[in-house]
Nanobody, 127 residues
């Protein structure tokens, strides 16, 4: 079993930056693909970014491409989401997730393919 805990959220002005962290306990993340999703009340959970277990491949939603960067440090069982040039529409609860042995990259984009989830951290971007 894997437990994920996010941190790093907060209030930031438009154009600012935040770095989110997700730390895993129970098992190492070296063989897991990792993803970040976000959700606003009343809306469906939205894919943000994902990274392969080796860290060699990354994937981004079009809405964040060029602004957000996902990375991982398997030795520390941690995945990061660096968020730059933040916009008010980025405001959401951000959750990290872990996926065991993804059969293809297509699965990275869908929340129901992930096996473990954190509780989320709030990101609020003011105008």
């Amino acid at each position: 079993q894997v437990q994920l805990v996010e941190s790093g959220g907060g209030l930031v002005q438009a154009g600012g930056s935040l770095r989110l962290s997700c730390v895993a306990s129970g098992r190492t993340l070296s063989s897991y693909a990792m993803g970040w999703f976000r959700q606003v009340p009343g809306k469906e959970r939205e894919f943000v970014a994902a990274i392969s277990w080796s860290g060699g491949s990354t994937y981004y939603a079009d809405s964040v491409k060029g602004r957000f960067t996902i990375s991982r440090d398997n030795a520390k069982n941690t995945v990061f989401l660096q968020m730059n040039s933040l916009k008010p529409e980025d405001t959401a609860v951000y959750c990290c997730a872990a996926m065991k042995n993804p059969p293809s990259t297509t699965y990275y984009y869908h929340s129901n393919e992930y096996d473990y989830w954190g509780q989320g951290t709030q990101v609020t971007v003011s105008s």
